[in-house]
């Protein structure tokens, strides 16, 4: 069973356009979370959700717009994509807030941006 | 603000060999310290993590890390290297109570045979 799921698994996609990537968790986790992973490797937090509120918001762009339906799920909506926005997005639970809970990561989406 | 310093980019050992991965850390408080592994198109996985209990925390796959509070260092290590070893490397720290985490930069691993 898989614990933290995203889908797409890939997207290429033009300038431009709209797009949304899904995240699902079936650990019973209150907090969820997105990271941009650039071409580097460098990781860096986007949102996180606390049973369905919005906990950080780092400086991202307004483009970007996270959905949770429920706690058990998060979604990642893109508007007006540009190529910056090419990397892997990776969504993550866990138990608690950041501090000393681990968490646990989805496979990853990659994002190309043409 | 806490914040975390990979010593190394890319690290290269052989197979057999002892793995020791550098990570040194900053934090107001107490720190919760981790180390996570990427492999190749793949999610990151916890290795090990500390919380303020045992200083010389183990993790799986015969990993460990020792927090060494004086130093500021969380560095992680391997007897032996496999060649199944070779991924990405990510130290993590965290202010226990605090919502943010801190990544390093990641220490690629490679395992010669």
């Known amino acids: 069973d898989t614990a933290v799921s995203q889908t797409p698994k890939y997207l290429v996609t033009q300038m431009g356009n709209d797009k949304s990537i899904k995240c699902e968790q079936n650990?019973?986790?209150?907090?969820m979370y997105w990271y941009k992973q650039d071409s580097k490797k460098f990781l860096k937090i986007m949102f996180s959700y606390n049973n369905k509120e919005l906990i950080i918001n780092e400086t991202v762009p307004n483009r970007f717009s996270p959905k949770s339906p429920d706690k058990a799920h998060l979604n990642l909506h893109i508007n007006s994509l540009e190529l910056g926005d090419s990397a892997v997005y990776f969504c993550?639970?866990?138990?608690?807030?950041?501090?000393?809970?681990?968490?646990?990561f989805g496979p990853g989406t990659r994002l190309t941006v043409l | 603000a806490q914040s975390v310093t990979q010593l190394d980019s890319h690290v290269s050992v052989s197979e057999g060999t002892p793995v020791l991965l550098r990570c040194n850390y900053s934090?107001?408080?107490?720190?919760?310290l981790f180390w996570y592994v990427q492999h190749p198109n793949k999610g990151l996985q916890l290795l090990l993590k500390?919380?303020?209990?045992?200083?010389l925390v183990k993790g799986i796959n015969g990993f460990e890390a020792e927090f060494k509070k004086s130093e500021t260092s969380f560095h992680l290590t391997k007897p032996s290297a496999h060649m199944s070893d070779a991924a990405e490397y990510f130290c993590?720290?965290?202010?226990?109570?605090?919502?943010?985490?801190?990544f390093g930069a990641g220490t690629r691993l490679t395992v010669k045979p």
């Open positions: 993590v720290v965290s202010d226990q109570g605090d919502n943010d985490m801190r």
């Open positions: 500390y919380t303020s209990a045992a200083t």
């Open positions: 934090s107001s408080y107490s720190p919760s």
């Open positions: 650990l019973g986790h209150d907090t």
């Open positions: 993550a639970s866990s138990r608690g807030l950041a501090g000393g809970y681990e968490q646990f």
